[in-house]
């Protein structure tokens, strides 16, 4: 079992930066890969990100590729989204996850982990 706590969402404005921050608890942190995924209000939840787990290769969204950037510290047991030139459409609930699989990491349902999310509402 691992547990994982987003946090460090809020409001911004059109073409500012957010990091947000995902923390796990529980089995070792290195032994997951990790993804970010967001959900809008009124739609499905998508894939942003996600980062190997020794953080060597990553993956991301055609929507967000050169404007965001995934990266780990597991001896912090945390998984990082910088998030920069951030538009209006980026709103939405962010969630990080892991999996202990190494294929079909941009598919939700790969994920055994979830945590409760953290909202970002981009300002036009």
């Known amino acids: 079992q691992v547990q994982l706590a987003e946090s460090g969402g809020g409001l911004v404005q059109a073409g500012g930066s957010l990091r947000i921050s995902c923390v796990a608890s529980?089995?070792?942190?290195?032994?997951?890969?990790m993804g970010w995924f967001h959900q809008a209000p009124g739609k499905d939840r998508e894939f942003v990100a996600h980062i190997s787990r020794n953080g060597g290769i990553t993956y991301y969204a055609d929507s967000v590729k050169g404007r965001f950037t995934i990266s780990r510290d597991n001896a912090k047991s945390t998984v990082y989204l910088q998030m920069n030139r951030l538009k209006p459409e980026d709103t939405a609930v962010y969630y990080c996850?892991?999996?202990?699989?190494?294929?079909?990491?941009?598919?939700?349902?790969?994920?055994?982990?979830w945590g409760q999310g953290t909202q970002v509402t981009v300002s036009s």
């Open positions: 996850a892991a999996t202990t699989s190494m294929v079909r990491l941009t598919a939700s349902g790969t994920y055994d982990y």
């Open positions: 529980g089995r070792t942190f290195s032994s997951y890969a």
